[in-house]
């Protein structure tokens, strides 16, 4: 069968790798795609809000799945368009509802959601323009560091931690006049919650769920976690400390609750649920919610997937993920970002790429990387991401590090200590 899927990044590209393996798979598009999903299928320049161009890729190519990948489209409704349109409603998109993807689009609904449903979280109250006076109270209520969130979408870069009041008071008001634009119009303050944080996803029917690999990202720029934050500079899976009492708590805790909760209140949902948590004393708090996979989760994530994702799909549109088990590797997988000087601030694009045809250990995920004039060059701030399987962490660890050396870009930039603080955690 023909496959759709919606995206340009390293998790869109770690996405095309496992569908183009699958049996079912004929032949793969991928909209707008990367030079690194063109290995796998066929790219088509349509961006990933032109539901219209892309609803006509879909007539033209005869496409009987659709699969997004990145959060603007599913929070902008495309799984309705298709249900709503007569030519498009027998193809299953993969990603909820509108309605329910606001639990990634509004930081306010998935708190109010989290308390509705009882499931664990950070103490919080949220606000807009009007109020800014309430939350600057609200605010000295808060011992530091306090959590600011905006909103809306904000590419990953909308939560700020504040380590004083002061800064906290200033952040605010910026954020509620326009740091982030639209997304910071209304704000969330949070209590901060000192732990580790992991990264737990699910694929759902909206009534049953597959429990996928365990994960742990690393957003700051700098090493030893230092920094601005940014989309992601690193992931490993599975995590260390995730033993059987942690992960039953978190499926009695946020799992179960949030698939009932998405029935209680008539949520539709089809597709991905990432939980992002922070685990203090070994207990576990929600932190957010994305609806779809995490980048660069994804790609330490689906290397350990040894189940036909497509038939897991098609379970998923037909409601009947109860009959499907889910097969995961038993090896550890590492997967370190390079990035170009500067980011997540300015930085320049069109530097030529170098050293990925030496690479044979690892798995090379294009992130942000065009082809100009039959060379390969950055494109993005996060431009290449590098996944290795080991029998162990460390192994996994040594070769994407040892790999993520050999290529070559002016300004090239990784963190060196990626999953670091877990072994510590276990010696």
């Known amino acids: 069968m023909n496959i759709l899927l919606l995206g340009s990044g390293g998790r869109e590209h770690a996405f095309a790798r496992s569908i ?9 598009f991928i909209t707008p795609g990367n030079p690194g999903t063109a290995q796998h299928g066929k790219n088509i320049p349509i961006g990933v809000t032109d539901f219209e161009a892309i609803k006509k890729c879909c007539l033209e190519n005869k496409i009987e799945l659709v699969v997004v990948g990145p959060e603007d489209p599913l929070v902008n409704g495309i799984y309705d368009f298709f249900i709503s349109d007569s030519e498009l409603k027998s193809i299953p998109v993969i990603g909820p509802s509108k309605d329910a993807a606001q639990l990634e689009g509004s930081k306010a609904f998935a708190k109010e ?16 323009a009007s ?65 580790t944080e992991m990264s737990v996803f699910v694929l759902t029917d909206g009534i049953d769920y597959l429990l996928l690999p365990t994960a742990k990202d690393y957003k700051r720029i700098g090493e030893g976690d230092t920094g601005l934050n940014t989309g992601g500079m690193g992931a ?6 995730a033993d059987d009492v942690l992960m039953k708590k978190i499926v009695m805790r946020m799992i179960r609750p949030t698939i009932d909760g998405l029935q209680q209140d008539k949520l539709v949902y089809k597709g991905f649920i990432y939980f992002g948590l922070m685990i203090v004393h070994n207990e576990p708090f929600m932190i957010e919610y994305n609806c779809r996979m995490g980048d660069p989760e994804t790609e330490a994530v689906l290397p350990r997937i040894e189940s036909d994702l497509v038939e897991l799909f098609f379970a998923v549109a037909n409601e009947k993920l109860n009959e499907k088990k889910i097969t995961i590797s038993s090896k550890h997988c590492a ?93």
């Open 20 to 28: 183009s393996q699958s049996n079912m798979c004929s032949q793969l």
């Open 113 to 128: 959601f989290m308390l509705k449903h009882h499931i664990p979280t950070a103490a919080y109250q949220s606000f807009d």
């Open 131 to 195: 109020r800014i006076e309430e939350g600057l109270v609200f605010i000295r209520t808060l011992i530091t560091p306090v959590v600011l969130k905006a909103d809306g979408l904000a590419a990953g870069k909308g939560v700020l931690i504040c380590q004083t009041l002061d800064e906290a008071e200033e952040e605010f008001q910026n954020m509620l006049h326009g740091k982030f634009g639209a997304a910071s119009e209304r704000v969330v303050v949070e209590e901060f919650l000192h732990g």
């Open 236 to 241: 490993i899976s599975p995590v260390p400390f």
């Open 335 to 427: 997967t370190i970002v390079l990035t170009s000087g500067g980011y997540p601030e300015y930085y320049e694009k069109g530097k030529t790429i170098n050293g990925i045809d030496s690479i044979n250990d690892s798995i090379v995920f294009h992130a942000g990387t065009e082809l100009k004039n039959g060379e390969l060059q950055t494109s993005g701030g996060r431009v290449l991401a590098v996944t290795s399987l080991g029998n162990t962490l460390d192994e996994a660890l040594l070769i994407s590090n040892t790999n993520a050396e050999k290529i070559q870009f002016d300004k090239k930039y990784f963190r060196r200590d990626i999953g670091f603080d877990v072994l510590n955690l276990k010696n």
